[in-house]
C-alpha cells in the first residue's frame, strides 16, 4: 500500500539507499514504483523511481503541473521519441503523453512539482552533450534546465577523483541522486542510487575519492 505522505517534511534532510528500497506495485500492470517523497494518493506530488516492465505502457495522461525525468535504464518511450538511459526530459505543465517500453526501464521522475511559466519542453541526452568547466578543477557538469521566473537549476556533474567543492550554503535546498562512482559530505559517504534532499539552509561540501557522476536540482526548495 502506497502512503500519501512520504518525507513529506521539506525542512528535513533526507538520506535514502534507493535499492534497499521494495518495488511497490502501480495500479497499472507492469509499472512499480519506490517513492521517495509524496504529498497525495495517486494524483501526487512526488518524487519517485518507477520501473516499467519490458512491453509495458502507461495510459495517456495530461501533466497539470509538470513532469521530470532522468532514464537511469533501458529506453522510455512516448509518442515523441524513444529516451535512451540518460536521458533528461522535462514536460511543462499542460503536457500530455502515452509511455510505454519495448525492453522495459527505470525512470527518476518528479511529477506536479512546477508552476505554469509557459517555458518550452525540454530533452537533453546527456551520453552525447558536452561537459563544461565546473568550479573547481576536476569539476565538470552540463545544464539540463535553468529557470527564467526563480532560482530552479538543474544539472548533471561529475568529480574526478580527489575533487573536492568549496562548502556552500543551500539557500534554495538542493536534490541530489548518485549515477556511479561514490560521494562524500561532512555527512556521511554514498553509492550509486543514493538520493538526497538537503533543505534549504542547508550547509555543506561535496567531494569524491574514487571519481563521481550525480543528477543535482537545487534552488527549488526555498523556505516561504
Not at 500530455?96 to 512539482?113: D, E, M, N, Y
Amino acid at each position: 500500500m502506497l502512503s500519501e505522505l512520504v518525507n513529506a517534511d521539506f525542512s528535513r534532510r533526507v538520506v535514502i539507499a534507493t535499492d534497499e528500497l521494495p518495488w511497490i506495485a502501480s495500479p497499472q500492470a507492469g509499472v512499480e514504483r519506490r517513492p521517495l517523497d509524496r504529498i497525495g494518493s495517486e494524483l501526487a506530488r512526488a518524487t519517485s523511481l518507477v520501473r516499467y516492465a519490458p512491453a509495458s505502457a502507461f495510459p495517456p495522461h495530461e501533466h497539470g503541473l509538470g513532469e521530470e525525468f532522468l532514464v537511469l535504464d533501458g529506453i522510455f518511450s512516448d509518442e515523441r521519441g524513444d529516451y535512451r538511459a540518460g536521458t533528461y526530459v522535462r514536460n511543462p505543465p499542460g503536457s500530455h503523453h502515452s509511455p510505454r517500453t519495448a525492453p522495459g526501464c527505470i525512470i527518476f521522475v518528479k511529477l506536479r512539482q512546477m508552476m505554469p511559466s509557459g517555458e518550452p519542453r525540454v530533452v537533453i541526452d546527456t551520453a552525447s552533450e558536452h561537459w563544461d568547466r565546473g568550479d573547481v578543477p576536476g569539476h565538470t557538469r552540463i545544464g539540463l534546465y535553468a529557470a527564467t521566473h526563480d532560482a530552479e537549476r538543474v544539472t548533471m556533474e561529475r568529480l574526478d577523483a580527489g575533487a573536492v567543492l568549496p562548502v556552500m550554503d543551500c539557500a534554495g535546498g538542493e536534490e541530489i541522486f548518485v549515477l556511479s562512482g561514490e560521494l562524500r559530505d561532512e555527512q556521511g559517504i554514498y553509492g550509486p542510487g543514493t538520493w538526497i534532499r538537503n533543505p534549504a539552509g542547508h550547509r555543506r561540501s561535496l567531494g569524491s575519492r574514487v571519481g563521481v557522476t550525480y543528477w543535482a536540482k537545487r534552488g527549488h526548495l526555498r523556505a516561504a
